[in-house]
């Protein structure tokens, strides 16, 4: 696994950290999956929060140096996936998280502790 990667996540984890993201999850799928190395899963309360978590998240790796490759989703959307190819973070309404149910599908990926990330 490359190190940036670890980085991008560290920085994505920080982001929606300090916009108040709920239930921030991290799952290393590298062993799992070639689609990318890090699954960053997160929750907000509305539609406002959604987007906030969507900008904070794009501007802090933007300004690291990593472009997203994708953003799936717009200001209308309960759903959100920004696609940096080594790191993929999933925003979504509290009620969609739980219709969707990502750790559960991707059950055999390995939660990280945001503090083994630094």
């Not at 990667?5 to 999850?25: F, P, Q, T």
């Amino acid at each position: 696994m490359e190190h940036h990667a670890k980085e991008m996540a560290k920085i994505a984890y920080h982001a929606l950290s300090e916009k108040k993201a709920e239930d921030i999850r991290i799952l290393e799928i590298s062993e799992i999956s070639p689609i990318a190395d890090y699954f960053l899963i997160a929750s907000a309360k509305n539609q406002t929060q959604l987007t906030a978590l969507k900008d904070e998240v794009e501007e802090k790796l933007g300004r690291a140096g990593y472009t997203e490759c994708r953003i799936e989703g717009n200001a209308h959307s309960t759903w959100i996936l920004m696609d940096f190819t080594d790191i993929i973070v999933h925003l979504f309404s509290e009620e969609d998280r739980l219709f969707y149910d990502l750790e559960r599908v991707w059950r055999d990926g390995n939660v990280i502790d945001p503090a083994a990330l630094e």
